[in-house]
């Protein structure tokens, strides 16, 4: 017997607005504050000869990519689901996701590189046309974290292009900084350490972004979910014997899935208990573990005899 479905009263999850979807005005006005931060930055590092506002404007275009990719996926994964791609395409979030981590990973190691370069041979700098756009991009950038801040913990990539905004509002007080050190004592290389500090910041957030888009891609238990206690919450069901081949993942955030072959008592089957007990078990999934999307095989005992090795 397969049975698969939901808690009755839930719906499906993958037919609705996702949760980047539901915050897609916040993400619009923080890309067109990124560009236009990303355009004065990109002139004032031109006309400065700034490596650190240069590094900043890069990664607040690494930002601007990453946050027009989670738009563009939230377009995406609003449509319905098909028999092709029967979770729609909830999972492109996930890899506008990752696609965001690569980049800032690219663009932190060259920071690094340039910077090591400029340390050993300092480049001219103009201090007072640095601190003028760094100021810029410092305004720009706080204004995306307002705007940010109450969707931050929404999804994957609410949460990640939140981390991007707060890491460029830091970076640019770190080019003010160094703006102010070169104009005060004329040491040219504060710009070049500033500009090393900035690619050590955006790369170990862009491995751990990149980590996590990784984890769902390869359909890994979502983070802080114990199948054990999965496992011990479903056997405390009245007539569950014991329960196989189970396994959660991740479609895109705000969407686990669980799948299992459930064994219960033989009578089960003739005296209409079954479908009560898989109600119970799909409520006790979406209740204990936020799992409303279930599809679980209920099976008679000595059926896992007949079973693929798979499924064992």
């Known amino acids: 017997m397969d049975s698969s479905g939901h808690s009755p009263g839930h719906g499906h999850g993958h037919g609705h607005v996702t949760a980047t979807g539901r915050h897609k005005g916040a993400l619009t006005g923080t890309l067109v504050i990124a560009l236009v931060t990303f355009a004065a930055q990109a002139i004032g590092a031109a006309v400065s000869g700034s490596l650190a ?53 690219g663009i932190g190691v060259y920071v690094l590189v340039e910077g090591i370069r400029r340390l050993i041979e300092p480049s001219p700098v103009e201090p007072g046309g640095m601190a003028l756009f760094a100021l810029i991009g410092l305004v720009g950038n706080l204004v995306g974290v307002a705007l940010l801040f109450r969707a931050r913990e929404a999804s994957l990539n609410m949460r990640g292009a939140f981390l991007e905004v707060v890491t460029d509002t830091l970076t640019s007080v ?45 359909e890994s238990a979502p983070e802080g979910v114990d199948l054990d206690e ?24 705000g969407l686990p899935v669980l799948t299992a072959h459930i064994v219960v008592d033989t009578e089960c089957f003739s005296d209409g208990h ?28 000595g059926h896992i005899e007949h079973e693929h090795p798979t499924h064992i």
């Open 174 to 218: 770190g080019v003010l900084i160094a703006a102010a050190v070169i104009a005060t004592s004329g040491f040219l290389r504060a710009d070049a350490l500033v500009s090393v500090v900035i690619g050590l910041v955006i790369l170990p957030r862009a491995v751990k972004l990149l980590g996590e888009a990784v984890n769902i891609l390869l």
């Open 274 to 301: 079954a479908p009560r007990i898989l109600d119970e078990l799909q409520h006790c999934l979406a209740g204990h573990f936020d799992v409303e999307h279930s599809t679980l095989q209920v099976e008679p005992a």
């Open 53 to 105: 506002l240069l590094a900043d404007a890069g990664h607040v275009l690494a930002d601007s990519g990453g946050v027009a990719l989670a738009l563009l996926a939230t377009i995406l994964a609003a449509r319905p689901p098909t028999g092709r791609r029967t979770f729609g395409w909830a999972r492109a979030e996930i890899l506008a996701a990752a696609v965001n981590g690569l980049v800032l990973a």
């Open 230 to 253: 999965i496992r011990r919450h479903i056997r405390e069901v009245d007539h569950v014997r014991d329960v196989h081949d189970l396994h959660v993942h991740t479609v895109t955030s």
